[in-house]
């Protein structure tokens, strides 16, 4: 019997010789133990050496045991699947095709994750159906690689579903849209995937994939700039809690920092949005850098970008950040949405001059803005001079009264 961990060893190694001869081990005699041992170590090895064993599989199949590839659809894994589904395009024939289906429609859900990125390379409308049912699915990974091969097939139906989902369905249906549009692959709905950001619950989940279709930094410069800035500030606001640290950049935060920076300089129509984001990011990446709980165990890449984030914001002196915060100020003349985005900032940054601007908006029709502008006044040690009885006269939702009493 042979030494798999030995073998393993070898295929991940940098001898050439030894790592092909494992890898046509592995292929010719369709060793799942080896693989799953392979898939149990991507997780910490290095992409370049993933690159390598990817490329040796590859090169271990032939016309004679390509089939022996579909064996491993057991056991699945995302560092691989692309891989096969590539191998097995290159010597794809009817038969095949129709072996792979039959996974798609009736095998394991590791089977048909990989069938369905089968599809994506081969986009056969045979499997159109069990594809468009497949691309909502909860498994992430099956919805994914179904999605990716409509997008292929430039399926109308499964997008017009998803269009629907977007608008109608509630948080969830909404952001698993979202996620169907980024693989999908084309014709992203823009508008639509703005308009589900300003109404959900989970915002910066659905920002989080915006930048895997278009860069921000593109959107910044179309007719989506305002809805950009509002797609920015929830990946600022995600990020270390809802998205993980290692998308700063996917996220391009960096140059965005820079971007955001620059059209401050001045006072312009979005001033106010822009100094939200520039003082909520120089307030969350002084936390990141300050608290190495935070960082521990991310790549030294992801830790030193996280660094050269908050040197580009200190780098900029104090008349600037005092422009910043007579900027947002703005806002508190904005909708209900905005002035709920700057009373953090304003915490925050304890500034006194909103004081005036607040406490005009404890008379607002809005009984949550009332609490949460109160609560920032009471932050600012500013409450004294407030009729709270009168305050309370306008309050119907008896949770909201309740709280404002606690004030």
């Known amino acids: 019997m042979e030494n798999k961990d030995l073998l393993l060893k070898e295929l991940t190694g940098k001898d050439e010789i030894k790592a092909q001869n494992a890898a046509n081990y592995l292929v010719n005699n369709s060793d799942i133990e080896l693989y799953k041992m392979l898939i149990d170590k991507s997780d910490y090895l290095f992409s370049f050496i993933i690159n390598n064993v990817s490329k ?4 271990a199949v032939t016309k004679e045991n390509f089939s022996n ?4 659809f057991d056991n699945y894994s995302s560092y691989y699947d692309d891989l096969f589904a590539s191998i097995l395009a290159k010597h794809a024939n009817e038969d095949l095709t129709d072996k792979i289906f039959e996974l798609l429609e009736n095998g394991t859900i590791d089977q048909k994750i990989y069938s369905a990125k089968y599809f994506s390379y081969i986009p056969d409308t045979v499997a159109l159906e069990a594809l468009c049912k497949y691309a909502f699915s909860d498994d992430e990974n099956l919805s994914a690689n179904s999605a990716e091969a409509l997008g292929q097939m430039q399926d109308d139906i499964s997008f017009d579903i998803a269009l629907n989902n977007l608008e109608t369905g509630d ?6 849209s979202v996620k169907f549009f980024c693989a999908y692959g084309k014709n992203y709905p823009f508008k639509q995937i703005f308009d589900a950001i300003e109404i959900s619950k989970m915002p910066e989940n659905i920002a989080g994939q915006i930048p895997y279709m278009e860069s921000l930094l593109t959107l910044m410069e179309s007719k989506y700039k305002e809805e950009s800035l509002v797609c920015i500030y ?7 809690e809802i998205l993980p640290l290692s998308d700063i950049f996917q996220f391009e935060i960096s140059d965005i920092i820079e971007r955001l920076i620059h059209l401050n300089q001045n006072h312009n129509e979005l001033s106010g949005k822009i100094a939200v984001i520039l003082l909520s990011a120089l307030s969350k990446f002084k936390m990141f850098c300050e608290n190495e709980e935070y960082i521990f165990d991310e790549e030294k890449d992801t830790k030193a970008e996280i660094k050269a984030v908050l040197n580009i914001l200190q780098e900029q002196n104090n008349d600037f950040w005092n422009s910043q ?11 209900d949405k905005d002035i709920i985005a700057v009373l953090p900032v304003i915490t925050e ?8 601007e607040l406490k005009v908006l404890t008379s607002s029709n809005n009984e949550i803005t009332v609490c949460e502008v109160l609560n920032t006044l009471k932050s600012l040690n500013a409450l004294e001079g407030l009729d709270i009885d009168i305050i309370l006269s306008k309050i119907q939702n008896p949770n909201i009264k309740a709280l404002i009493e606690n004030i």
């Not at 948080?171 to 698993?176: A, P, T, V």
């Not at 929830?234 to 270390?240: A, K, S, T, V």
């Not at 007579?326 to 003349?333: A, K, P, S, T």
């Open 325 to 335: 915060k007579q900027f947002i100020l703005e806002l508190l003349h904005g909708n």
């Open 171 to 176: 948080d969830f249906d909404k952001l698993k």
């Open 349 to 356: 940054y304890d500034i006194q001059s909103a004081i005036p």
């Open 56 to 59: 040796r599989i590859e090169k």
């Open 234 to 240: 929830y990946l600022i606001q995600g990020l270390g």
């Open 69 to 72: 590839v579909i064996k491993f």
